[in-house]
């Protein structure tokens, strides 16, 4: 008899990969901040900054429901990751969703030669989103 816990953990594992943000270096990072400091940015901030790193993520593996839940678990999965990598903004390429899947039932029955089902299926959507990570150069206060 197969042991539960041999079972539980690939299938923890296969869970737990699908919510993971990846990146690519472009830039050098810098000391870790807090995810609380990172700005994300619609268009290129007006103070010079410096290009980290590719950021992608997704909601998937999170318990977020509604598309406004999903789309705030994709902020904040890169937001983290990007504090992670000294990056104290985000220049937001984009948010959108993603086919995850799909759930489907279905009920047959019959007898002889007749038989009778139906079903029914319905695709799962996960939001999918990615940015550059950017450090943002701090204001320059003129002195005289």
Known sequence: MIRLSTLAAPLLLAALSGCATSYVMV????PPISPDQVQVYLHPPANKYVEIALLDTSSRGSFA????????VVMDRLKAEAAKLGANGI????VGDQAGGSVGTGYATGSGHSAFGFGSAA???HKKGG?????????QVATH
């Open 91 to 94: 220049l937001l390429e984009g």
């Open 27 to 30: 830039g050098q990072a810098r």
């Open 123 to 125: 695709t799962v959507y």
């Open 65 to 72: 429901v509604t598309a406004q839940g999903k789309t705030n």
């Open 131 to 139: 940015g550059l990570a950017i450090y943002v150069e701090p204001d």
